[in-house]
């Protein structure tokens, strides 16, 4: 079983690094049918479509114009995940949904995007 490091990992916005990330979160599920009836004893589902989001923490950087410059909500963009060196590669289109900046006395300035994914994620 292989093992990795996080401190290799990157976010891409198309070919462009988002500078200084913190870390990333990705999920994957499925949406869920529900066909019970009425008068069974046990919940049963179908599976539906799959869907993707990720979530992405960085240092607020205004300088970065090829990366978190372009986190605005409402753009669609080809996002690029690299856990590790080495590691699978997670490519997918999404919208992002939103940006928060978040600030605290005697802390770092920071910057968080949300994105929803259109359409599959792939691993490669």
Request: with cysteine; aromatic share 6%.
């Amino acid at each position: 079983m292989a093992k990795y490091s996080g401190n290799s990992g990157s976010v891409k916005i198309a070919a462009n690094e988002v500078a200084e990330i913190l870390d990333f979160t990705l999920s994957t599920g499925v949406t869920t049918i529900d066909s019970s009836a009425i008068g069974d004893d046990d919940d049963v589902h179908l599976i539906g479509s799959r869907n993707w989001s990720a979530s992405v923490n960085c240092f607020f950087d205004d300088s970065d114009t090829t990366g978190q410059e372009l986190m605005k909500a409402g753009l669609d963009a080809t996002l690029i995940f690299t856990p590790a060196t080495g590691s699978a590669v997670f490519t997918g289109t999404a919208t992002i949904e939103g940006l928060e900046i978040g600030l605290s006395r005697n802390g770092m300035v920071t910057a968080s995007f949300t994105a929803k994914g259109n359409g599959a994620l792939v691993e490669t």
